[in-house]
């Protein structure tokens, strides 16, 4: 009987032994694949990553005026100085470089009143249309950078420090080119430029 109880205490002691033991090698086996998958993440190719399409919004502020002249002057005063209209837009990426994007016009609304003339009323619907037209001009110029930039950080082969230093490179061409466009049209103020462009 004593025999046996030790021959149990013996076995249970080893088994205990085992079971520690293995528990250590799990844990340096947890350990290294944890770093070794962090380790991948941040320089090795980069799977492609679910990206949210661009938010887009449209924010007006009301001008009033019989005239069109009393209009643009009411532009002047409460756009978005020192213009009339204005796009926003604004890129981000996260850190498993998954993209996100916002745009934010900013054109006038016109508040006619009663007495306002046909002349007058035609006058200014195609100022604000042009004005429109150029700022929907800049979101066309948006969309295609933003295209490229969903192919960037689409390509699995890349690391995903390496597609934000191209990504950089892109965002500094589309605000070149958004820079190009205002130039030319004086920030849809030329009706000559305003709206023919294909930015």
């Excluded at 025999?3 to 085992?18: T, Y």
């Excluded at 998958?37 to 661009?54: H, K, S």
């Excluded at 969903?150 to 934000?164: E, I």
């Excluded at 230093?165 to 000559?192: F, S, V």
């Amino acid at each position: 009987m004593v025999i046996q109880d030790v021959h149990n205490q013996k076995n249970s002691s080893d088994c205990f032994g085992a079971a520690i033991a293995a528990m250590r090698i799990l844990k340096r086996t947890t350990l290294y694949c944890l770093l070794a998958w962090w380790v991948f993440c941040l320089y090795g190719p980069q799977a492609t990553q679910a990206d949210e399409p661009p938010r887009e919004e449209t924010v007006y502020y009301p001008v009033h005026g019989d005239t069109l002249a009393a209009v643009l002057r009411e532009m002047t005063e409460k756009g978005p100085k020192p213009y009339w209209g204005f796009t926003h837009w604004n890129v981000r990426w996260s850190g498993a470089c998954a993209l996100s994007a916002s745009v934010t016009l900013t054109l006038p609304e016109w508040q006619p009143s009663a007495w306002v003339s046909a002349h007058e009323t035609t006058r200014i619907e195609n100022k604000i249309a042009q004005l429109t037209a150029h700022e929907q001009g800049h979101v066309r110029l948006f969309q295609r950078g933003y295209s490229a930039l969903q192919d960037l950080f689409h390509a699995s082969h890349l690391s995903c420090p390496d597609k934000k230093k191209r990504g950089e490179e892109i965002l500094a061409k589309m605000r070149l080119r958004d820079k190009t466009y205002d130039d030319q049209t004086n920030h849809g103020k030329n009706p000559a430029n305003c709206c023919h462009e294909d930015p």
